[in-house]
């Protein structure tokens, strides 16, 4: 069904700005959405780069006239929080595709994937994944991909600014990588498997930044479930208050 703000027990919401969610894991960028649109009824919502459903954390969503500010907001480099799976390959480079391979890691010292990961830093190509809002000809990949389809994709430019390892309990690795719009962290992870000759899928991701929006400043669902119209009305214009101090 359209959603139809003059069908809601709500007036319109009046103010425009910027929510910081926390997306819960199994939702869609799209779900958080239609969430808040249809809840607190907000005519123009958008957000500002995609997660998958697998993943949470950080999304920043654009309401009123900030929505024209989403294209701007969305090129913001990213910070993400990932767990690396050696040993495995999916055909959606993530936890939750389909296995094409099981291999032996035991090899696979941690020297060796310090080396692998910190040699991802920097500027590089990029092979978008099928499983991806990459539009090929007016269709994005995924769509494709939903039907068998595969096709040749054009590698694309990206910069991995900082990597940090947080642990190592192989076949499992923890790290934080800050990179440019567009960066796959599922092929990240990928790559780095097969580098180490043993395949590697993404296991968990969490982004905790886009740009100058940090993770801390964030509400749940949960709570936003809890909040009534005029305390949302409230909690955008005192943080764009905040914004214009920073």
Partial sequence: MRYNPKRHRLPPFAASGILLVDKPAEWTSFDVVNCVRNRFNIPKVGHCGTLDPMATGLLVLVLGKFTSQSAKLTGDNKTYQATLKLG??????????TVLSENDWSTVTEDSVRKAVMAKLGISKQLPPMVSAVKKDGQRL???????IEIEREPRD????????????L????????????????TLCADIGAELGCGGTLAALRRI???RFDIADALSMDTLKTMEQEELTDYVIDFLRKLTVL
């Fill in 88 to 97: 495995i390959t999916t055909d959606s480079q993530d936890i939750t595709g």
């Fill in 209 to 211: 930044r886009c740009g």
């Fill in 158 to 169: 990206i910069e991995i600014f900082k990597l940090d390892i947080s642990r190592i309990e």
């Fill in 142 to 148: 995924y769509e494709l991909a939903r039907k068998g």
């Fill in 171 to 186: 076949p499992e690795v923890d790290f934080t990588a800050e990179c440019s719009k567009g960066t796959y962290i599922r």
